[in-house]
């Protein structure tokens, strides 16, 4: 039988990349399922089975186009990049801070360096060696980070905060000696759960369009 996954992906490299996927995320199993369940919830409001059932359409399709979802950029199906869907998307950003107050590591650029010291000079002894990729640096003494405040979840280097932190929950990762924009899996963020669901609608009206054309 098949699934709608399978005529956006062939089964095997699906599985190979998601199997890989898994073994490089920092994020549990645990996790990683409840995004899956909290984007499904969505998901079959937005594209109502019962309405595709004369196709075969079924939960498990739903629910294998949000695995697809998760581990696939669009752009490899010539569709918006993660990047290009986030930031066209702030609103999906509840401030609830727990981007900010959960982040193991703020990493900073070496060529962003000066600009971040130039308008937040006091940052100074804030910045230390990034020991995961030398050359580069990150702030110590986070989690929460000290520059969100408490009452408001607002950042208090917003204008000039770090790439990674304008990026988020895009969390950028090298990959082989790669690097590409991966979603950060958290089922408390809305940002990742909506940029999931998108992703996922696009990808289910795409295999539809597919199936329906035989």
Request: proline share 4%; glycine share 4%; net charge neutral.
């Amino acid at each position: 039988m098949i699934m709608l996954r399978d005529l956006l992906i062939d089964r095997d490299v699906f599985l190979d990349i998601r199997r890989k996927a898994i073994d490089s995320d920092e994020n549990s199993a645990e996790e990683i399922e409840l995004l899956e369940k909290a984007v499904f919830k969505r998901l079959k409001k937005k594209r109502s089975i019962k309405k595709y059932k004369k196709l075969g359409v079924t939960k498990a399709d739903l629910k294998e186009i949000i695995e697809l979802a998760d581990i696939l950029g669009l752009d490899v199906l010539d569709g918006p990049s993660n990047y290009e869907i986030a930031q066209e998307h702030q609103e999906w950003c509840t401030i609830c801070g727990r981007c900010c107050r959960e982040s193991e590591s703020i990493f900073i650029h070496k060529d962003e360096l000066n600009v971040l010291l130039t308008f937040n000079p006091d940052l100074k002894d804030g910045i230390i060696p990034n020991k995961q990729y030398p050359g580069h640096y990150e702030l110590k003494d986070i989690k929460p980070c000290k520059y969100i405040d408490p009452e408001t979840n607002r950042c208090g280097i917003y204008d000039s905060r770090p790439q990674v932190c304008r990026s988020y929950p895009l969390v950028l990762i090298d990959s082989g000696g790669k690097t590409r924009n991966i979603i950060n899996l958290r089922h408390s963020c809305n940002y990742s759960v909506m940029l999931i669901l998108e992703k996922s609608i696009i990808l289910f009206d795409e295999a539809i369009r597919r199936l329906e054309q035989g």
